[in-house]
Structure formats: structure tokens, C-alpha cells
């Protein structure tokens, strides 16, 4: 299973998977991106930064950015402890 979101560690480019928006937009280091879909298993995601939905190469997000590891809620029980 993958994250849902990453933490951009190089800018990187991605595509505007919008309709009426055309063009690249250079992602900057440091942006952080949540994962929407995936276009073509293991090839295109789906990603949105800054309120905007792009297309960027999965092998990219793999090579220039870090998981962002999902909170834990503070109800579950931890795995210590007994049921």
C-alpha cells in the first residue's frame, strides 16, 4: 500500500490533469502532495499541490520525495496493549 502524501525532497515537474489548464508546472522543493489516483498502475498518479490536480511519473515521486507517515488516532489501541 502506498502513502497518500509526500513530502517533495527536489523540484520536479508535473502536468495540469485539469480541463481549460495546459502546460508543466514545476513542483519546488518542499511541497507537499497528496496522492488522488492512479492514471496507469505504476506509471501515472494523479497528485494535488496547492489546490491544483496534476499528472506526474510515479518513478519520479518514488525517487524525489518521502512519505509522509499517517497519524496514528489516538483511540486505537496500541499493539501492547491487551484486548
Do not use: C
Amino acid at each position: 500500500m502506498h502513502a497518500s502524501r509526500y513530502h517533495l525532497g527536489k523540484a520536479t515537474r508535473a502536468v495540469f490533469a485539469e480541463d481549460g489548464l495546459k502546460g508543466f508546472v514545476l513542483l519546488p522543493e518542499g511541497s507537499v502532495l497528496s496522492i488522488e489516483s492512479f492514471d496507469s498502475p505504476e506509471r501515472l498518479v494523479r497528485v494535488r499541490w496547492n489546490n491544483l490536480l496534476l499528472l506526474m511519473f510515479w518513478q519520479d515521486l518514488l525517487e524525489r520525495a518521502v512519505p509522509i507517515p499517517e497519524p496514528v488516532p489516538a483511540s486505537a489501541p496500541l499493539a501492547t496493549q491487551s484486548l
